[in-house]
Nanobody, 122 residues
Framework: QVQLVESGGGLVQAGGSLRLSCAAS????????MGWFRQAPGKEREFVAA????????NYADFVKGRFTISRDNAKNTVYLQMNSLKPEDTANYYC???????????????WGQGTQVTVSS
């Protein structure tokens, strides 16, 4: 079992930055691809970014390319999401998730955190 705890959310003005962290425990972190997803009120959960087990490969949703960067530190069992040039439409609850071995779609992820709220004011 892998436990995931997100942190770093908050209220920021449009154009600002936040860095989300997700700390993992209880499993072999380096055996899991990690992803970030988000869900806004009344909307479906959507994929944001993912990083491979080694950190060498990444994947992003088109709407965050050039603004968000996902990374991981396997020595610290932590994955990060650096969010720059934030927009009001980025407002959502952000979740990290772990999937054994490789990238996948949301339903293939095995473990999920509780989420951290990001609110971007205009």
């Amino acid at each position: 079992q892998v436990q995931l705890v997100e942190s770093g959310g908050g209220l920021v003005q449009a154009g600002g930055s936040l860095r989300l962290s997700c700390a993992a425990s209880g499993g072999t972190f380096s055996s899991h691809a990690m992803g970030w997803f988000r869900q806004a009120p009344g909307k479906e959960r959507e994929f944001v970014a993912a990083v491979s087990r080694s950190g060498r490969s990444t994947n992003y949703a088109d709407f965050v390319k050039g603004r968000f960067t996902i990374s991981r530190d396997n020595a610290k069992n932590t994955v990060y999401l650096q969010m720059n040039s934030l927009k009001p439409e980025d407002t959502a609850n952000y979740y990290c998730a772990a999937k054994l071995w490789n990238f996948g779609i949301a339903k293939e992820y095995d473990y999920w955190g509780q989420g951290t709220q990001v609110t971007v004011s205009s």
